[in-house]
């Protein structure tokens, strides 16, 4: 804290002349009055101590002394001894006299954590002096102090042991572009100056400079330049600033010759290499009372800012700036920055950064204690905004001041003085930590809750990047914070063969803070049996699609959205309480308006298939419900002789109205997606005889061998019919389905590594399809044989056809039509 008194009164202009005639004298309080006008103040203490031993019945000088004894305590930094002095000198009334009293006590009062006696007097100070702002600033403080400790500044601070000593280390700033190597002051042992100052009671301070390292250590630090005629000398040097060029040293030297006058001024020094040309004073007032320091630097070098306790201020340290059209003249006469900036308190130690913003110490706006770091940006006008407190913990309830930013990054240093440190002032560095997110979560089986093996996730940005990954035996999937960016909204989505994909959304959008986000998902499997649209019920004999029933296809609308690659068959069913014809008629007109309602939503046509089935497949009851009241079992069929057998009429037309309704089943899941899709919904076809399908087929050239579609574990394809032959793949397409995921190794039976070694898959090998579809019918379990002799692709014979069902093929109207067998 003694560093303080330089920090603060660093522009002291003085005749520094010896100081032993003043024990001559044998007057201690003007020798005290002299040294404190000197901002000498250790010295001060001394004879003010024997000014008071001295001082009989005279009761007004006895307050002026110990009030400036006070003084020099707060100034020395010894606040326990201020307090008191203060405490005394607001018992006898002498801050009627100096207002200012009250002020410094409840400074002490807030750094000690005190805030309610704090509080007291800085309304007490508001009171007798209501045109000083540090009254209000310092009772609004109080209120936020609570609220910043809480909500702090998303920064991130650590001490930086290396480069501190038990002296006074501050004021860090860039050496070059590298920004692995800093300038700083200090007045730790290796300064030049070999005398002690009169005014601090410690070293004169010079600038040292530090390197870190590939394994981010500082090295020990040496001087910046110790050359005779250089940068540093046995006065004090400091508060440096680089210009954007890092070839040039702005930096504040302070005097100390006797019988000289001594004024801070502000100094240049090129840099050619490690060679530093002898510094030359920018000249900014032609007054010679006036002093400078801290010097802040614009990017064309053509505006300074800088510290300044000369006439026209606001009390205090003022910030000021002067202007020049070019590096080779001289800086015009200086501006105050006004009273936006500048209060009756101290603002020290600018920062530009951007030639935008800057950053400046300030003890008179609202501060938690001390010196805080304040910011402000100026406007295209060329107006200042209100300085906003930078917040713990950058700043403390102590002194706070000398920032430097990384120009492109958010960190950097600045000094403190603060608890937990090593010397007086030391540096600490600050960065905002990166904000890191992760995505990860558990795919379990919706229906046996068991977790999902191998299921493809991925996580698609807004930002146009896409990655995938797989799930664990444990169902488990991760994306990584370096997959996870801040500002960005992620579509997460599960696929796994068999399975409907699955989707959620997950943003960073407006995390200021990390966070790792949990998205689990369910996976429904796709049913071998038709799905009930939950609640479209028909009136009787109606077919229009009621608005209360349209939400109810929100769920098949997602579920297609989710999976854009299936093509669905939509069936619509009537109760048996017409004719056939009619119910036919009925029965197609409501598919066509479920259609027609999917295609107003965006749905391509060319994924529905639908049919109108008549009454000619009653419900099937999937698992026990209940139905108004009446209990319907697993494995019930609601045909006509059931319905007839129900309780009442009541109950029956229930039952009724339950065979009314719309299912839909997946055919395929290979659709491409187009650009534009179809708006026209295809022709809704009446199936006469649900237990009849009829499948086209084509016929092979030369050989005249049926070709005839079907599905593979839900993707398109078509096999040639041979009557006698059993299922056998080409080596060629056999590899093609291993490629695209069709199959994989464990569907072959025996060693994977043997029958898939080279590259290639052994003759004869055999492998199973677990899905077959052929029209409407699925079969399951397929066995298949790999021939290299085989020159068509697929081939499959009568025995699997039987397994489906009879059939009879029409040569006119090239068709197969199935007479599927009871299951």
């Not at 014809?581 to 295609?599: C, P, T």
Request: proline residues 4%; glycine residues 6%; negative net charge.
């Amino acid at each position: 804290m003694h560093l303080i008194i330089r920090l603060t009164f660093l522009f002291l202009i003085s005749l520094v002349v010896s100081t032993t005639a003043f024990g001559q004298r044998k007057n201690y309080a003007r020798a005290g009055d002299e040294a404190f006008e000197d901002r000498k103040y250790v010295v001060a203490i001394e004879r003010y101590k024997k000014a008071q031993g001295k001082i009989k019945n005279n009761k007004a000088e006895k307050d002026r002394v110990s009030f400036r004894m006070a003084e020099c305590y707060r100034l020395t930094g010894n606040p326990k001894a201020a307090k008191a002095q203060y405490k005394r000198l607001h018992k006898t009334g002498y801050d009627k006299k100096e207002p200012e009293i009250l002020l410094h006590y409840a400074n002490i009062m807030k750094t000690e954590g005190f805030y309610d006696e704090a509080l007291e007097y800085y309304n007490l100070f508001a009171e007798v002096a209501p045109e000083d702002p540090r009254g209000p600033a310092g009772a609004e403080s109080i209120a936020l102090i609570e609220e910043w400790l809480e909500y702090p500044s998303k920064y991130e601070v650590e001490y930086i042991k290396k480069i501190s000593s038990r002296q006074s280390d501050f004021s860090p700033t860039w050496s070059n572009d590298n920004y692995n190597e800093l300038i700083f002051t200090s007045t730790r042992e290796g300064a030049l100056g070999k005398k002690t100052d009169e005014w601090t009671d410690m070293n004169f301070s010079d600038l040292f400079t530090s390197r870190i390292d590939r394994k981010e250590e500082w090295a020990e630090p040496t001087l910046l330049d110790n050359s005779e005629e250089g940068v540093n000398t046995e006065a004090n040097e400091g508060a440096g600033i680089m210009n954007s060029r890092y070839s040039t040293l702005y930096f504040t030297r302070c005097p100390n010759e006797e019988k000289k006058i001594n004024g801070c001024q502000i100094y240049s020094s090129d840099r050619t290499g490690r060679i530093w040309s002898k510094p030359q004073m920018v000249k900014l007032s032609n007054d010679s009372s006036d002093a400078f320091g801290h010097p802040a630097i614009s990017e064309n070098e053509l505006i300074i800012y800088f510290t300044s306790d000369r006439k026209g201020g606001f009390g205090g340290n003022d910030i000021w700036v002067a202007f020049r059209d070019s590096r080779q003249e001289e800086f015009s006469r200086p501006f105050n920055l006004g009273p936006v900036i500048n209060t009756p308190g101290d603002e020290m130690f600018p920062y530009l950064r951007s030639d935008t913003v800057l950053y400046f110490a300030s003890d008179g706006h609202v501060c938690m204690g001390g010196l805080d770091i304040f910011v402000t940006t100026i406007n295209e006008e060329g107006n200042w905004s209100a300085p906003v407190n930078i917040k713990p913990p950058m700043n403390s309830e102590f002194n706070d001041f000398g920032i430097v930013f990384h120009p492109e990054e958010e960190r950097g240093f600045f000094s403190s003085d603060r608890r937990g440190r090593k010397g007086m002032e030391d540096i600490y560095s600050f960065i905002v930590p990166p904000v890191e997110f992760t995505v990860a979560g558990v795919v379990t089986d919706e229906m046996t809750l068991q977790f999902v093996m191998d299921a493809n996730v991925s996580l698609v940005g807004s930002d146009g990047t896409s990655v995938s990954t797989r799930t664990t035996e444990e169902g488990v999937y991760t994306f990584g914070k370096s997959q996870v960016m801040q500002n960005t909204t992620y579509e997460v989505e599960v696929s796994k063969p068999d399975y409907f994909n699955s989707k959620a959304t997950v943003t960073t959008v407006g995390h200021e803070a990390g966070k790792d986000f949990t998205q689990d998902f369910l996976l429904m499997p796709i049913p071998e049996e038709p799905i009930v649209l939950p609640e479209i019920l028909y009136d009787l004999a109606k077919w229009n699609l009621k608005p209360q029933y349209e939400d109810s296809l929100q769920g098949l609308i997602t579920t297609l959205d989710e999976n854009p690659r299936l093509v669905v068959e939509l069936a619509s069913h009537t109760d048996a309480r017409d004719s056939h014809e009619r119910n036919d008629i009925l029965s197609q007109k409501r598919a066509q308006s479920v259609v027609d309602y999917l295609v107003l939503r965006g749905i391509d046509a060319e994924r529905l298939v639908a049919k109108g089935y008549g009454e000619r497949v009653p419900r099937k009851i999937l698992k026990d419900m209940t139905r108004d009241g009446y209990n319907f079992t697993e494995g019930d069929v609601l045909t006509e002789e059931y319905i007839a057998a129900l309780e009442t009429v009541e109950i029956q037309e229930i039952a009724h109205q339950m065979n009314r309704r719309t299912d839909f089943s997946v055919l395929r899941k290979d659709y491409v997606p187009r650009t534009e899709i179809s708006e026209e919904p295809g022709e809704v076809a009446i199936l006469i005889n649900p237990d009849d399908d009829v499948v086209k087929y084509s016929v092979q050239p030369n050989t005249g061998f049926l070709i005839i579609p079907m599905t593979i574990n839900g993707f398109t394809d078509d096999f040639i019919f041979e009557e006698r032959a059993t299922p056998q793949v080409s080596l060629a397409k056999a590899l093609e389905m291993l490629n695209e995921g069709l199959i994989d190794k464990d569907d072959f039976e025996g060693d994977p590594a043997d029958i898939l070694a080279n590259n290639s898959i052994r003759n004869n090998s055999v492998f199973t399809i677990d899905k077959i579809r052929i029209g409407t019918k699925t079969i399951t379990d397929v066995t298949f044989a790999v021939l290299h002799r085989q020159t068509n692709d697929i081939v499959i014979g009568r025995e699997t056809l039987l397994k489906i069902g009879t059939y009879t093929v029409n040569e006119a109207a090239r068709e197969i039509t199935f007479k599927y067998r009871e299951d």
